[in-house]
């Protein structure tokens, strides 16, 4: 029964390829480790964050392959875009959703908005075109209108993951908002916006195909928002009522994360947008069904939600930093670097041209609407928003490999090319603006006098705050004096008015249904059952209500 793997592999029972598939996985989660040992390491190191660590690990982790194994190869692990969008991506934008700071997101939702699906398809637009006009003069290869078009969406996802793990949200909630809001908005608009050219008819490109496309982009965006709301209710409908707790809290745990997942994978099932779905499903759940179970499935949930979304983000660093070595592609790609280098520093360009274009002028139109007690964007802080979606990352590279390669690999030169440009322009941007994040922000906004500033940096996880207290991070906006609802508050104040009209819907109707913040969950023989709430708090326990 105890057999080794000696044993195993000399009856036959396990194969030389298996032999190498354990030993490849076995190298990569030590890889994982060290990642995240050295990480905590460098902590409150000025320049270096984990990605860069990962990336570096990659690097260094690849060119010791390429030594060993001749130059023949850079790998462990093959990349594939299944083990992306269906293992990797679910938990990173699901954490977004569930850990996100609700009040500070909705109360800037309009601008978040204006960034995350409005910008991204004026980057879009500007990358596309500029790779139409420029691409051809360096004789890239034959590339078709739908190829430009998926370059523009590939190049519009942004990751802000290394401008959230500097900025504080505490010190500025406003900055930490939008940078954090448009990144996730703007990852789901650039997946919608490549599924729906990846379904575009070019061939007979007109006026009725462009409303379709614009139809179908629409349509994907508000049934995939659907579907994440729907699915977080049920979740927290079924808690609520079937209370798991009263035998095992493992229970309602398994379900809060089997009903997430569940939400993606029926996203993708019905050709939608899994990532906007989960993020909302991620909202929602926070908002209902976290509330609705035991005090101790509420820490294992947070932890256990954050702790996948780390090391899905290690992951994704680590192999893109071996796959930039991968010699069979940069082969393929040209007889010299030039050319991938090139075509890297073009896209680059069309990045910040694309970002600019929409940062500003948006940012103008978003403080004309806001009153003069409501804080407006800076122009310190327009320029923290441009820097923070410079860089790009695993949706980058997702979505090129899933465009220009097959399980991995392609034997066309203009496609090898392409990945090469892609892994360049996201080793550069995540490393370069990466490591010059930290000094810009402490030189646009300097730390305040008397905050320990390292600390606060290790208090804070790749994707933390917005987060803070979670029971205190409902749609409220506060207490505030209810002014009359007449045609001029709503016009003159409309997120604020939409804010407290949610808020009485959602007290009168929604809670009473599908549990939240002031339900606490029924324990029979607990010191919950037997507790008499005090007045002033008052909390409602359901031994009460019977």
Same mark, same amino acid.
């Given at each position: !029964?105890?057999?080794?793997?000696?044993?195993?592999?000399?009856?036959?029972?396990?194969?030389?390829?298996?032999?190498?598939?354990?030993?490849?996985?076995?190298?990569?989660?030590?890889?994982?480790c060290s990642c995240i040992v050295i990480g905590h390491l460098l902590e409150g190191n000025r320049w270096v964050n984990e990605s860069i660590t990962a990336l570096v690990m990659g690097l260094i982790t690849g060119g010791v392959i390429?030594?060993?194994?001749?130059?023949?190869?850079?790998?462990?692990?093959?990349?594939?875009?299944?083990? /992306? /969008?269906?293992?990797?991506?679910?938990?990173?934008?699901?954490?977004?959703? /569930?850990?996100?700071?609700?009040?500070? %997101?909705?109360?800037?939702? &309009?601008? &978040?908005?204006?960034?995350?699906?409005?910008?991204?398809?004026?980057?879009?637009?500007?990358?596309?075109?500029?790779?139409?006009?420029?691409?051809?003069?360096?004789?890239?290869?034959?590339?078709?209108?739908?190829?430009?078009?998926?370059?523009?969406?590939?190049?519009?996802?942004?990751?802000?993951?290394?401008?959230?793990?500097?900025?504080?949200?505490?010190?500025?909630?406003?900055?930490?908002?939008? @940078?954090?809001?448009?990144? @996730?908005?703007?990852?789901?608009?650039s997946v919608v916006l490549f599924n729906a050219i990846e379904n575009l008819d070019i061939a007979n490109f007109d006026a009725i195909v462009l409303l379709n496309f614009v139809g179908k982009f629409l349509y994907l965006f508000f049934?995939?928002?659907?579907?994440?709301?729907?699915?977080?209710?049920?979740?927290?409908?079924?808690?609520?009522?079937?209370?798991?707790?009263?035998?095992?809290?493992?229970?309602?745990?398994?379900? !809060?994360?089997?009903?997430?997942?569940?939400?993606? !994978?029926?996203? #993708?099932?019905?050709?939608?947008?899994?990532?906007?779905?989960?993020?909302?499903?991620?909202?929602?759940?926070?908002?209902?069904?976290?509330?609705? @179970?035991?005090?101790?499935?509420?820490?294992?949930?947070?932890?256990?939600?954050?702790?996948?979304?780390?090391?899905?983000?290690i992951f994704l660093f680590l192999y893109v930093g071996m796959d930039a070595l991968d010699i069979e592609k940069w082969k393929l790609a040209s007889s010299s670097p030039k050319k991938p280098i090139a075509l890297s520093a073009i896209?680059?360009?069309?990045?910040?041209?694309?970002?600019?274009?929409?940062?500003?002028?948006?940012?103008?139109?978003?403080?004309?609407?806001?009153?003069?007690?409501?804080?407006?964007?800076? %122009?310190?802080?327009?320029?923290?928003?441009?820097?923070?979606?410079? #860089?790009?990352?695993?949706?980058?590279?997702?979505?090129?490999?899933?465009?220009?390669?097959?399980?991995?690999?392609?034997?066309?030169?203009?496609?090898?090319? #392409?990945?090469?440009?892609?892994?360049?322009?996201?080793?550069?941007?995540? !490393?370069?603006?990466?490591?010059?994040?930290?000094?810009?922000?402490?030189?646009?906004?300097? +730390?305040?006098?008397?905050?320990?500033?390292?600390?606060?940096?290790?208090?804070?996880?790749?994707?933390? +705050?917005?987060?803070?207290?979670?029971?205190?991070?409902?749609?409220?906006?506060?207490?505030?004096?209810?002014?009359?609802?007449?045609?001029?508050?709503?016009?003159?104040?409309?997120?604020?008015?939409?804010?407290?009209?949610?808020?009485?819907?959602?007290?009168?109707?929604?809670?009473?249904?599908?549990?939240?913040?002031?339900?606490?969950?029924?324990?029979?023989?607990? +010191?919950?059952?037997?507790?008499?709430?005090?007045?002033?708090?008052?909390?409602?326990?359901?031994?009460?209500?019977?």
């Amino acid at each position: !029964m105890g057999l080794g793997l000696g044993a195993l592999l000399k009856s036959g029972a396990l194969s030389v390829s298996d032999y190498d598939a354990i030993v490849s996985i076995n190298i990569f989660i030590a890889l994982l480790c060290s990642c995240i040992v050295i990480g905590h390491l460098l902590e409150g190191n000025r320049w270096v964050n984990e990605s860069i660590t990962a990336l570096v690990m990659g690097l260094i982790t690849g060119g010791v392959i390429l030594l060993v194994t001749n130059g023949t190869n850079s790998r462990i692990l093959v990349f594939s875009e299944d083990l /992306f /969008f269906i293992y990797l991506l679910p938990p990173i934008i699901f954490n977004a959703g /569930f850990q996100v700071k609700k009040k500070q %997101f909705f109360r800037n939702f &309009i601008t &978040i908005i204006l960034f995350g699906a409005v910008g991204t398809l004026i980057s879009f637009v500007i990358i596309s075109l500029g790779a139409m006009g420029l691409f051809k003069k360096l004789d890239v290869g034959p590339l078709e209108l739908g190829d430009y078009l998926a370059i523009g969406a590939i190049f519009s996802a942004t990751d802000s993951v290394c401008t959230l793990q500097v900025l504080n949200q505490d010190e500025t909630p406003l900055l930490y908002s939008l @940078v954090f809001g448009e990144g @996730v908005v703007n990852d789901a608009t650039s997946v919608v916006l490549f599924n729906a050219i990846e379904n575009l008819d070019i061939a007979n490109f007109d006026a009725i195909v462009l409303l379709n496309f614009v139809g179908k982009f629409l349509y994907l965006f508000f049934t995939s928002t659907i579907l994440g709301v729907a699915t977080g209710l049920l979740s927290a409908y079924i808690i609520k009522k079937l209370c798991f707790a009263r035998h095992s809290t493992d229970r309602e745990v398994s379900i !809060m994360i089997l009903m997430a997942y569940l939400s993606y !994978m029926l996203s #993708m099932l019905l050709d939608l947008s899994g990532i906007l779905t989960v993020f909302f499903c991620g909202i929602v759940m926070s908002h209902y069904t976290w509330h609705n @179970v035991t005090e101790s499935s509420r820490v294992t949930t947070k932890h256990t939600f954050a702790t996948l979304s780390f090391i899905a983000e290690i992951f994704l660093f680590l192999y893109v930093g071996m796959d930039a070595l991968d010699i069979e592609k940069w082969k393929l790609a040209s007889s010299s670097p030039k050319k991938p280098i090139a075509l890297s520093a073009i896209i680059l360009g069309l990045v910040m041209v694309g970002r600019a274009a929409f940062v500003f002028p948006l940012s103008f139109l978003s403080n004309l609407s806001k009153k003069e007690a409501r804080p407006k964007i800076s %122009f310190k802080q327009q320029v923290i928003i441009w820097w923070a979606g410079l #860089m790009r990352g695993a949706v980058s590279i997702a979505l090129a490999y899933n465009k220009f390669t097959s399980s991995g690999h392609t034997e066309v030169r203009v496609n090898a090319i #392409m990945i090469t440009s892609t892994v360049i322009v996201v080793l550069f941007s995540t !490393m370069v603006f990466g490591l010059l994040t930290k000094p810009l922000l402490s030189l646009l906004i300097p +730390p305040r006098t008397g905050l320990n500033t390292s600390s606060l940096l290790s208090s804070q996880s790749i994707l933390d +705050p917005l987060l803070t207290s979670m029971v205190g991070s409902d749609f409220d906006v506060g207490q505030i004096n209810s002014p009359q609802y007449n045609l001029q508050f709503i016009l003159t104040a409309p997120t604020r008015s939409v804010h407290r009209l949610w808020r009485k819907f959602d007290d009168r109707f929604m809670r009473p249904m599908f549990g939240g913040r002031g339900f606490v969950p029924f324990v029979p023989g607990s +010191p919950v059952e037997r507790s008499v709430p005090e007045p002033h708090l008052g909390t409602v326990t359901e031994a009460e209500h019977s």
